[in-house]
């Protein structure tokens, strides 16, 4: 039965020991000198969070103005104005929070997170208090203008894709 087993100076040496393997491994690590990282930023230019929060009102405040159009009341109208509301605001919090300069890479991450928690906690709490800030809430013409604003954020990413 031992001599179906080959010994382990036969066996096949892994790609790794001859060279990278495409299909297994990921590209070695290389840190990039200036003059590259200032090519590829100006390849990848950063879109700025306060145009995505004025690109989201806007959107949302035309979703608004239909779905009052569409629904005669001023009710469905208020409804999707808090809609928008539920998404803007947690998002000038967090954009407000994430323009500050930091010192290190672990700070941003942990302000990232701090400020993203903080985001979606004021979303949920505006969306529990709804029913009592809105008399009358329209539930469907919230959640669409909720929905369409979050939405904003996709059409941004092909916004900076041009």
């Known amino acids: 039965m031992t001599d179906s087993i080959p010994s382990a100076a036969n066996w096949p040496r892994p790609q790794a020991a001859l060279g990278w393997d495409d299909e297994n491994e990921e590209p070695p690590v290389q840190a990039l000198s200036p003059a590259q990282a200032q090519a590829l930023k100006a390849r990848l230019p950063m879109l700025s969070p306060w145009r995505v929060l004025g690109l989201q009102l806007a959107v949302g ?7 009052g159009a569409w629904a005669a009341s001023g009710v469905a109208f208020g409804s999707a104005v808090y809609g928008v509301a539920a998404v803007v605001l947690p998002n000038l919090l967090l954009a407000r929070g994430m ?32 029913p009592k800030v809105v008399p009358g809430l329209s539930w469907p013409a919230l959640l669409v203008a909720l929905a369409v604003c979050i939405k904003v954020n996709w059409l941004a990413l092909v916004w900076r894709g041009r």
């Open 61 to 67: 405040l035309a979703v608004a103005a239909v779905i």
């Open 99 to 130: 323009t500050k300069r930091v010192n290190s890479a672990v700070s941003a991450a942990a302000g990232f997170m701090g400020w993203e928690f903080l985001k979606i906690g004021v979303s949920i709490a505006m969306l529990v208090l709804a």
